[in-house]
Every structure is written in C-alpha cells, then in structure tokens.
T-cell receptor
Framework: GAVVSQHPSRVICKSGTSVKIECRSL??????MFWYRQFPKKSLMLMAT?????????EQGVEKDKFLINHASLTLSTLTVTSAHPEDSSFYIC?????????????FGSGTRLTVV | AQSVTQPDIHITVSEGASLELRCNYS??????LFWYVQSPGQGLQLLLK??????LVQGIKGFEAEFKRSQSSFNLRKPSVHWSDAAEYFC????????????FGTGTRLQVTL
C-alpha cells in the first residue's frame, strides 16, 4: 500500500516551453503533497507544500509564478515549470502525506528528471 | 527551526560487515524521525520511522534505528550489509502532527565492496 506515482520519469524540453509533472497517490487520499528539487549529489530541497483545494505554500526563494502547483483532487497534484530555462534542469520529486492511522507517513514518487535544452 | 546533520558524506563497508549511519537532529521537542534510501535516479523509499514509544525501531531490509533523546540522535544500523544496500541514505525530521514539512540531512552515500 501507500504508492505514489509520478510522471513523466524523464522529460527533455526546449528552453521557453512549459512542462507539467504529475504526482498521484494510488491507494490513499492525500490532502497534502510536497514538491522537492534535488541537485546532483545533493539533498532534497523543499519547494512547496500543496494542499488540496487551496493555494500552495511556497518556500522562500521559490518563484511561484514559475513553478505552478495545482492540487485539484485528493489524489493528484501537478507541478508545471513555466518558461523553462536550462537552470531549471534538475530532479523533481513529489511526496504525499498518508494520514492513515496504521501507516501514517510520507510516500515519495520515483522522481522526474527534467532537462531543458 | 529544525535541522538534521549527517556527518558522514561517504562510507565504504565490506559486504557482510556491520553498518552504522549517523544522524543528529535539532528540534525543540521529540520530532518525527525517518530514514529513507535512494538508488540512483530513483525516488525515496522509507526504511523506518519513529514517532513515539519504543526507541529501537525495526525497518525493512534488516535495518534498525535507535532514537536517543539525550544525544538528539537517530542512527541507522544493519548487522550485515549486502551489496544491494549500496545507495544514498537520508535522515529526515518533521514536526509531530499532520502536514509537517520534512527537513532532510545531506545524505550519506554507502558503497559496499565485495
């Protein structure tokens, strides 16, 4: 149980275009999801907290107009990188909070490798 | 603010040897504590977690961790390492309660020699 599906796993896009990454909780409802960015050989940096039905909360220094987050249902959050540039190339990982009493915790997606050329 | 320190960036052990990965945290009370493992190009897999109760926590793949309040530590251990354990290991801390943000350590890369 507690599976999070993240798609796509890899994407290459041209500079100036937008890319959407999906994060789905498959067998539980996730009121809260989190989006992280990971640089090579580095730790995870929290970008934003996504709450179902409300606006996302962004961490300091993260451009909310560039990284659009939508959490329209209890099982789906999306991250759209708008007007992507090469410096946006990175590994993006989502996480969903599972509030089940027996298995409370945070389940991570398998990540998306974004390359902007 | 909460923080996590993983003092060992890189550790190499021989297959069959024991392993201990260190994790120290800074938080005003007892936080939620997690250990995750990440293989190259993959997401994070939960090894174990501590919320309260017994301070020795058993996880998957033969891992265990011990919460020591006096030392603000949550070290990960395994009595006998397998080659397949080679990966990046992250310790994380979160405030008790729902929707809390996790703060991750910088990670420890484990290399296993045959």
């Amino acid at each position: 149980g507690a599976v999070v599906s993240q798609h796509p796993s890899r994407v290459i896009c041209k500079s100036g275009t937008s890319v959407k990454i999906e994060c789905r909780s498959l067998d539980f409802q996730a009121t809260t999801m989190f989006w992280y960015r990971q640089f090579p050989k580095k730790s995870l940096m929290l970008m934003a907290t996504s709450n179902e039905g409300s606006k996302a909360t962004y961490e300091q220094g993260v451009e909310k107009d560039k990284f659009l987050i939508n959490h329209a249902s209890l099982t789906l959050s999306t991250l759209t990188v708008t007007s992507a540039h090469p410096e946006d190339s990175s590994f993006y990982i989502c996480s969903a909070e599972n509030r089940g009493q027996l298995n409370y915790g945070y389940t991570f997606g398998s990540g998306t490798r974004l390359t902007v050329v | 603010a909460q923080s996590v320190t993983q003092p060992d960036i890189h550790i190499t052990v021989s297959e069959g040897a024991s392993l201990e990965l260190r994790c120290n945290y800074s938080y005003g009370a007892t936080p939620y504590l997690f250990w995750y493992v990440q293989s190259p190009g993959q997401g994070l897999q939960l090894l174990l977690k501590y919320f309260s109760g017994d301070t020795l926590v058993q996880g998957i793949k033969g891992f265990e961790a011990e919460f020591k309040r006096s030392q603000s530590s949550f070290n990960l251990r395994k009595p006998s390492v397998h080659w397949s354990d080679a990966a990046e290991y992250f310790c994380a801390v979160g405030a008790p309660g729902t929707a809390s943000k996790l703060t991750f350590g910088t990670g420890t890369r484990l290399q296993v020699t045959l």
